[in-house]
């Protein structure tokens, strides 16, 4: 089992509508989650980070945390064609590091 | 903009050649990392430091070393290229002043064909 997953996709969303990126992890002592956002040919930008179960939101965007059930969710309301990209879990891996799942590509249409 | 520079930008180098690629920043962050980034494969770490001349392995570190002699440069060198070594390199920092030191800030990105 990989630390953690994603579905690779890509999960096609309508304009306006609400984007759900999900992420599953292994190790249920992770403490410390990230969302990276990276347009193609581009490097990845950190835009959510989250340490504490719940909800946390920042704009358009809210990340969803649930340690007993090891997944955390990022939520894009009102999705543009600008939010067409991959976006990239990570969770802290020890050491100051960060393991990422693969990406999950996400194409808003309009 | 965290201050993160990479160069080359690009590159092609033949088999078996030596190749070093560097990572500068210019805010005196304490961490910094080398990943490739390979299709179906994600972001994988190659090596990190957590100081001047401290430095560790990271998942994928065969035929690849690094150097950190001053805090604003982080080296990778491929000492013998290989195809497979062709990829993306990504460079990134952490240590921020006031943010999580498991914060992550990007590089550009080095792409790197090896013939």
């Known amino acids: 089992q990989k630390e953690v997953e994603q579905n690779s996709g890509p999960l096609s969303v309508p304009e306006g509508a609400i984007a759900s990126l999900n992420c599953t992890y292994s190790?249920?002592?992770?403490?410390?989650f990230f969302w990276y956002r990276q347009y193609s040919g581009k490097s990845p930008e950190l835009i959510m980070s989250?340490?504490?179960?719940g909800d946390k939101e920042d704009g358009r965007f809210t990340a969803q945390l649930n340690k007993a059930s090891q997944y955390v969710s990022l939520l894009i309301r009102d999705s543009q064609p600008s939010d067409s990209a991959t976006y990239l879990c990570?969770?802290?891996?020890?050491?100051?590091?960060?393991?990422f799942g693969t990406g999950t590509q996400l194409k808003v249409e309009l | 903009d965290a201050g993160i520079t990479q160069s080359p930008r690009h590159k092609v180098t033949e088999t078996g050649t030596p190749v070093t690629l560097r990572c500068h920043q210019t805010?005196?962050?304490?961490?910094m990392y080398w990943y490739r980034q390979d299709p179906g494969h994600g972001l994988r770490l190659i090596h990190y430091?957590?100081?001047?001349?401290?430095?560790d392995k990271g998942e994928v570190s065969d035929g690849y070393s690094v150097s950190r002699s001053k805090t604003e440069d982080f080296l990778l060198t491929l000492e013998s290229a290989t195809s497979s070594q062709t990829s993306v390199y990504f460079c990134?920092?952490?240590?921020?002043?006031?943010?999580?030191?498991?914060?992550?800030?990007f590089g550009p990105g080095t792409r790197l064909t090896v013939t």
């Open positions: 990134a920092i952490s240590g921020t002043y006031g943010r999580s030191t498991y914060e992550q800030y």
């Open positions: 190790d249920r002592g992770s403490q410390s």
């Open positions: 989250i340490y504490s179960n």
């Open positions: 990570a969770k802290e891996g020890g050491g100051n590091k960060l393991t």
């Open positions: 805010e005196n962050h304490r961490y």
């Open positions: 430091s957590y100081g001047v001349k401290d430095t």
